[in-house]
């Protein structure tokens, strides 16, 4: 692939963000200028199972409890967050399947963690982007006077591991006749056109204390056999409040698995009010028909497992431990899982568009959803409309950057935070992230007390930090108070912030997206085998110091009971133009991604945020939401390479 074309500027281009090293390459811990405290964005995405994740995943409810008493970090509160939004990814192609460490490898995806909107503040004063996009005839225009154009340099991608995909380690069982919620007979008559004719009633409903709209639909389990048994998908509507109606646009969260329907209600459609906006809850997730998996105590325990084993009876009891809960969810969901990837969800996609009467399809996917939205123009891209995709996933076979880098980028840019606060944890920012993995270290073989049952153990300790990375500034106070609290003997803390990224609710129970995650991230990928996942393991460790290492090796998706899906290339040719929007200090998707995306679709436009944070449309960027409304709303392409600084 060629490199990335670097228009000439209409104005002198800012530096290249400083957390890019020469070509491209992500500095260790790099800190992104720019990155005080702003409004963080409702949408973000999740991280790890003891394994990476590929797509991206989203931080939605707020997690940032306050109880009566406790000050501003209270695990034992009854206030346990208000989940609304979705979100991380497991894997494509070579990487798509990457081990998002979540979903962030547990967690935006399936855990959404809709932070709460706070005021927003000014950003650094790096060199100003004009905020107003202006109409370009093409997605490669750069005569545009005034708005910074610039494409930070990233190395094209090139296939840097050879793979074979053989999975030779997953099992073939024989798929039991069980048949989770949500499976239903077919719609009268037969083919797909049983499907593409049914009726679609909207009925009034409430969802987060909102007047909405929500529908029930059917859709084949698998596109090949219309006749045989279907499935049921939820949809929630915030219609249009502005005359004339101009459409849909569908909106998607991320994970892969996390719903969408509470993404609608969220959605922020300033300028977008002449549409109906449109979330669902993908197969597999939510109120669709979801994957059933073991849930409580068992995932639980599984948990308490180290996921980042370091001597061999540690290491089997990982592998053991994931080949039952992928049994489990096999033994409970059936057929489901062979049908669950992304190529079926954006058959269904279609579905949905054709039966709100769309002749083309708009959408905005956040993470995960870029992923939807590229396969979407790939299969379909006659039927591409106005597509923005947001925190760009991998969808090349490039390995050379992977989802661990971008967190280790973040907690680097903490530690900088941090330090600068004259936090306790250091006076600079490597004494800072020294304290943080001495903590982790001790945590391996001393476990602090959590709660009644459980321990906060070095994993789960990464995943209560995780979940602050997804967020730009305003919460890392928060995230230092937890560091405290479990440097002084107490895991509450960062316990219950684990518990939000994976989904862990009060009652003990996981949420759909948890066991959505692995189901829709294996289904989407091929793999190398057990002894493969240990060797990746050990070059992500070099990859990503911290991260890469306590993310673990991904013996979920090694060791799946179903096949899935072999790796192809996405490139949407004869797509209209499709907006791919990146932040240079994304946690989860990492900028270069972003870059790489925008080039291999054909007719890819990049946009880029200089700031920290996953999923930037929605509040973080006053430049990146004019872009994307003005894209939206009337149809404007933003020049290839629009540069946003605040």
């Not at 949408?43 to 008493?69: F, M």
């Not at 990457?98 to 650094?124: H, M, R």
């Not at 923005?388 to 950057?401: G, P, Q």
């Not at 020294?434 to 300790?461: F, N, V, Y």
Request: glycine share 10%.
């Amino acid at each position: 692939m060629p490199p990335p074309r670097v228009p000439q500027p209409a104005a002198p281009p800012p530096s290249a963000p400083s957390h890019l090293g020469p070509d491209g390459a992500l500095q260790a811990y790099g800190v992104v200028p720019g990155s005080q405290q702003r409004s963080a964005g409702p949408y973000g995405q999740q991280p790890p199972y003891g394994q990476q994740a590929p797509y991206g995943q989203s931080l939605n409810g707020s997690p940032w409890a306050t109880a009566p008493g406790k000050g501003p970090l209270s695990p034992v509160a009854p206030l346990s967050p208000k989940r609304s939004e979705a979100g991380l990814v497991i894997g494509v192609a070579a990487l798509l399947v990457l081990s998002l460490v979540i979903g962030v490898a547990f967690a935006t995806g399936s855990v959404q963690k809709l932070f709460a909107q706070p005021a927003a503040s000014s950003p650094a004063a790096t060199p100003a982007a004009t905020t107003t996009p202006t109409t370009s005839p093409s997605p490669t225009s750069t005569s545009t006077s005034g708005v910074v154009i610039s494409k930070p340099p990233v190395p094209a991608p090139t296939a840097t591991v050879q793979r074979s995909y053989d999975s030779p380690d997953r099992p073939k069982p024989a798929i039991p006749a069980v048949k989770p919620p949500g499976f239903v007979n077919p719609p009268a008559g037969s083919g797909l056109a049983r499907y593409t004719k049914q009726a679609l009633s909207w009925a009034d409903c409430t969802v987060n204390k909102q007047a909405v709209k929500c529908a029930s639909i059917a859709a084949p389990l698998d596109y090949a056999a219309p006749d045989a048994q279907a499935l049921t998908l939820k949809l929630v509507m915030v219609p249009a409040t502005t005359s004339p109606r101009l459409g849909t646009i569908f909106v998607n969260p991320g994970g892969p698995g996390e719903p969408g329907t509470t993404l609608a209600v969220s959605f922020q459609r300033t300028g977008l009010e002449q549409y109906d906006i449109v979330g669902w809850d993908p197969r597999g997730s939510g109120g669709s028909t979801p994957v059933v998996c073991e849930n409580g105590p068992a995932v639980d325990q599984l948990m308490q497992l180290d996921q980042s084993p370091d001597n061999a009876a540690e290491k089997q009891a990982l592998i053991d431990g994931w080949k039952a809960f992928g049994a489990s969810c096999l033994a409970k969901s059936g057929a489901l899982l062979q049908h669950i990837a992304t190529v079926d969800t954006v058959q269904d996609l279609d579905l949905m568009r054709q039966l709100l009467g769309d002749a083309k399809l708009n959408y905005l996917g956040y993470s995960y959803g870029t992923y939807i939205g590229a396969v979407y123009a790939d299969k379909y891209p006659s039927k591409v409309g106005r597509l923005v995709l947001d925190s760009a996933v991998n969808i090349t076979r490039d390995e050379s950057v992977i989802q661990a880098s971008g967190f280790d980028l973040a907690l680097g840019n903490y530690a900088q935070y941090c330090a600068s606060k004259a936090c306790s944890l250091g006076s600079t920012k490597q004494q800072v992230l020294d304290r943080i993995t001495k903590l982790l270290e001790g945590l391996d073989a001393s476990p602090l007390p959590g709660d009644s049952t459980r321990k906060l153990t070095q994993s789960l300790a990464a995943d209560g930090i995780a979940i602050f990375l997804y967020a730009d500034s305003q919460y890392w106070d928060q995230l230092t108070q937890a560091l405290e609290k479990a440097v002084a003997g107490d895991g509450r803390y960062l316990l219950y912030y684990s518990d939000q990224l994976r989904g862990r609710g009060s009652d003990g129970q996981y949420e759909t997206s948890f066991f959505a995650f692995p189901a829709i991230g294996c289904a989407d990928s091929q793999d190398d085998g057990i002894g493969r996942a240990f060797s990746d393991w050990a070059s992500d460790e070099k990859k990503a110091p911290i991260f890469g290492k306590y993310f673990g090796p991904n013996v979920v998706r090694v060791q799946w009971p179903a096949q899935g899906t072999p790796p192809f290339d996405i490139t949407a040719k004869g797509a209209a133009p499709i907006v791919v929007v990146g932040a240079t200090g994304d946690s989860a998707t990492p900028y270069q991604y972003a870059a790489w995306m925008a080039d291999q679709l054909d007719s890819g436009v990049l946009v880029t945020y200089d700031g920290n944070g996953h999923a930037t449309y929605g509040g973080k960027s006053a430049c990146v939401d004019k872009a994307v409304v003005a894209y939206l709303g009337k149809g404007r392409v933003p020049p290839d390479g629009l540069f946003c600084t605040k």
